[in-house]
């Protein structure tokens, strides 16, 4: 008798990451289905952002603001002087907006502002009549960049310094890590090569090595 085929067993396959999951539905059906790309950023940008899309139209001109959102297209023009500028659509958890980003701050932010990148910009509001208000862009940061490691390291643990190493390039990304060495009061920004994705299981094994009191995610202010 043939082996029915549901007594074969099904090989175990990796949980999908969120992330990729959205872009999945993105791609297959226009719109995201088991959430929103900004949800895990929701909390930054409540802290960060200064106006959401919804409340642009209602600002004087020339407000500064800082805005925040997933990158949904960027349109590249070139001004008479030959240099590179975009026209980007941002959509945060309230609506979408457009970015004007003149030459030397798309110069600045062009690997930055790519489909389905998260980014803030702090910028300038710009409104003409029967138009919905703009931002004038005067730079643009990575939205994951707006947060911050901090590592407390207290007297008897620099033995533990070579594992701290170990796990941050386990898990490399663009949130810079700060090493607070409690025995003399010294705060040292580690080098770049040392910057991270904040996943789950690197915090865990850090709050591990050093005490879940030593171990502290915050969010940056950024300038207007």
Known sequence: MPQSPLATPLPELPEVDPAQLLAWEKEALGLYLSGHPLAAQ???????????????????EGTAVVVGGLVTAVKRITTKRGDPMAFVT???????????????????????????GLVLVRGRVA???????????????????????????????????????????????????????????RLVRLHEEFNVALEEGLLARLKELLGPENVAVKVKKLPL
């Open 90 to 116: 941002l959509e945060d958890l309230t609506g979408t907006l457009e970015a004007v980003v003149f030459p030397r701050t798309f110069a600045a932010a062009r690997t930055l502002l790519t489909p389905d």
């Open 127 to 185: 409104r003409r009549e029967e138009e919905a208000a703009k931002v004038l862009a005067d730079e643009v940061w990575p939205l994951t960049g707006a947060k911050e490691l901090y590592l407390k390291l207290e007297p008897g643990q620099k033995t533990a310094l070579g594992a701290i190493e170990r796990e941050l390039k386990r898990a490399p990304g663009e949130t810079p890590v700060f090493l607070f060495y409690a025995g003399d009061k």
């Open 42 to 60: 929701a909390e930054v940008l409540r802290q960060v952002a200064t106006a959401e899309s919804s409340e642009l139209n209602e600002l004087p």
